[in-house]
């Protein structure tokens, strides 16, 4: 399954930046895994499809966080 995430920043002028990352979700035996290809080595899981959504949305805001991009989130899913 293919989510789309988006999140808003701004720039040091205060202009509105969208950026969008593009999630992918896998069902396997153990629960579920999710990636987020732009994003190198951002990886997550849960148990059902609503926790791992909520634990790659984490793990993507905190890997912006740790490059120091401040972000306010909208969420957009997209079942193509």
């Known amino acids: 399954m293919l989510f789309v995430f ?3 920043s701004r720039n040091n002028k205060g202009e509105r930046l969208n950026k969008t990352y593009e ?4 069902k ?5 895994a ?3 290809p732009r ?14 959504v909520k634990n790659i949305e984490d793990a ?10 401040p972000a306010d989130v909208l969420i957009i899913e997209s079942n193509t």
């Open 39 to 52: 994003l190198d080595g951002c990886f997550s899981q849960g148990n059902t499809r609503k926790e791992v």
């Open 28 to 32: 396997d035996d153990n629960g579920y």
């Open 6 to 8: 988006i999140v808003i």
């Open 60 to 69: 993507i805001l905190l890997h912006l966080k740790d490059r120091r991009i």
């Open 23 to 26: 999630y992918h979700i896998e």
């Open 34 to 36: 999710a990636f987020c």
